[in-house]
């Protein structure tokens, strides 16, 4: 965490050196490999690729990746115990074929992926998903703000500053709310 600021701080440059942090952890949010998903959105995944065909576990992980846009890249070492785990609970079957175990689902899987709630489980348009995408909108806002102060006139700023106060009173009445 030491190295996570500019050396020569905040003061140096004004606004630049602000700039140059939420650049960082910026391009440190963006280079992580996926996002971790809710409690049971993998299980419920893992399910509902397997009632389409049966897969091995990267074709699960390659498959999850590409319907959430490259938000969502669970790992081997998330998927292959979660397929086991249903295995053992008696949602999926493994056959081995050319060295590698496919899954697919038995009747008791397909029963529960009929139940289960899948939804919100792809986001058709590839936006990144649910909790995972709020660190990302606040990084782009606090940019934008970086931005506005950096080369904005005195009359921007003070409308940006306004702005950003009735955005943080909106937030906290989302929580208000029932």
């Known amino acids: 965490m030491?190295?996570?600021?500019?050396?020569?701080?905040?003061?140096?440059?004004?606004?630049?050196?602000?700039?140059?942090?939420?650049?960082?952890?910026?391009?440190?949010?963006e280079k992580r490999s996926g996002?971790?998903?809710?409690?049971?959105?993998?299980?419920?995944?893992i399910l509902t690729l397997l009632a389409e065909r049966p897969m091995h576990g990267y074709q699960i992980i390659r498959e999850i990746e590409e319907r959430s846009?490259?938000?969502?890249?669970?790992s081997a070492g998330s998927v292959y115990p979660t397929l086991q785990l249903l295995a053992d609970e008696g949602f999926v079957s493994a056959e081995e074929s050319n060295g590698r175990k496919i899954y697919s689902l038995t009747e008791a899987g397909r029963e529960d992926v009929?139940?289960?709630e899948t939804s919100g489980l792809w986001n058709s348009?590839?936006?990144?998903?649910?909790?995972?995408?709020?660190?990302?909108?606040?990084?782009?806002?606090a940019q934008a703000a970086a931005q506005v102060g950096r080369t904005g006139t005195p009359k921007q700023v003070q409308?940006?500053?306004?702005?950003?106060?009735?955005?943080?009173?909106?937030?906290?009445?989302?929580l208000a709310q029932d």
């Open 2 to 29: 030491r190295d996570s600021f500019p050396a020569g701080g905040f003061m140096g440059n004004g606004f630049d050196g602000m700039w140059q942090a939420m650049e960082d952890f910026r391009s440190r949010f």
């Open 35 to 45: 996002t971790r998903a809710g409690r049971g959105e993998l299980r419920t995944a």
């Open 69 to 74: 846009g490259g938000s969502w890249k669970p």
């Open 114 to 116: 009929e139940q289960a």
């Open 125 to 141: 348009q590839g936006e990144t998903r649910g909790v995972a995408s709020l660190p990302k909108a606040g990084i782009d806002l």
């Open 159 to 174: 409308d940006a500053v306004t702005v950003l106060e009735e955005a943080r009173r909106r937030i906290y009445a989302i």
